[in-house]
């Protein structure tokens, strides 16, 4: 069974910074690939960042040199640092195994101008 828990949205003004977190089952989180997606409203879901098992990173060109994504193996948690923040970044932002089609419930981000 996949659990997967996201936290740290909220709201914050244009170039401020948040940190979000993923807690993933253990089993799911040592041999996945971890992603973070983001929806804003009344648009598609968007791949963010991702971090392979041996922490390679990948990020949207949207994101880049803003975002960092980590992972702490021994905590099962995958991170998503947000600095100069945009109102573009408003969305619900997930974490996704890559090879699991589970979803968490997400964490609401608002960035206000």
């Known amino acids: 069974q996949v659990h997967l828990a996201e936290s740290g949205g909220g709201l914050v003004q244009a170039g401020g910074s948040l940190r979000l977190s993923c807690l993933a089952s253990?089993?799911?989180?040592?041999?996945?690939?971890m992603d973070w997606y983001r929806q804003a409203p009344e648009k598609q879901r968007e791949l963010v960042a991702s971090?392979?098992?041996?922490?390679?990173?990948n990020y949207a060109d949207s994101v880049k040199g803003r975002f960092t994504i980590s992972r702490d193996s021994g905590k099962n948690t995958v991170y998503l640092q947000m600095n100069s923040l945009k109102p573009e970044d408003t969305a619900v932002y997930y974490c996704k195994p890559r090879l699991s089609d589970q979803w968490g419930q997400g964490t609401q981000v608002i960035v206000s101008s």
């Open positions: 971090i392979t098992i041996a922490g390679r990173t």
């Open positions: 253990p089993g799911v989180f040592r041999y996945n690939t």
